[in-house]
């Protein structure tokens, strides 16, 4: 059984930072695309942020957090992390972590699996 969980989330001022764990079991992320989605808004369409090839590491932003967010993958732990810095009102929102059996992977309907998402709240 595939479960992936996300943990990391809070409450942060703006210009904060905030890391974001996903820890995956069931799968390996070394023959998987991990990628990183939010959602300002229930039942909203989810945000792509990132994602990260399984096949050759290749990394995609959104220009949305590209140069404040950071992907990053711990082989051993077969988690994936989100670094985000300079975090701002309008990244408040659910944030998820899906694994895809594509390679490259931007659509949320390419992703087979989600974690239950955790909430990231940037107010002052």
């Known amino acids: 059984q595939v479960q992936l969980v996300e943990s990391g989330g809070g409450s942060v001022q703006p210009g904060g930072s905030l890391r974001l764990s996903c820890a995956a079991s069931?799968?390996?992320?070394?023959?998987?695309?991990v990628g990183w989605f939010r959602r300002q808004a229930p039942g909203s369409a989810p945000e792509f942020l990132v994602?990260?090839?399984?096949?050759?590491?290749?990394?995609v932003y959104a220009d949305s957090v590209r140069g404040r967010f950071t992907i990053s993958r711990d082989n051993e732990q077969n988690t994936v992390y989100l670094q985000m810095n300079d975090l701002k009102p309008e990244d408040t929102a659910v944030y998820y972590c899906?694994?895809?059996?594509?390679?490259?992977?931007?659509?949320?309907?390419?992703?087979?699996?989600w974690g239950q998402g955790t909430q990231v709240t940037v107010s002052s």
């Open positions: 994602t990260k090839s399984y096949r050759d590491g290749r990394t």
């Open positions: 069931g799968l390996r992320f070394t023959i998987y695309t």
């Open positions: 899906a694994a895809s059996g594509h390679d490259r992977a931007l659509d949320s309907y390419k992703y087979d699996y």
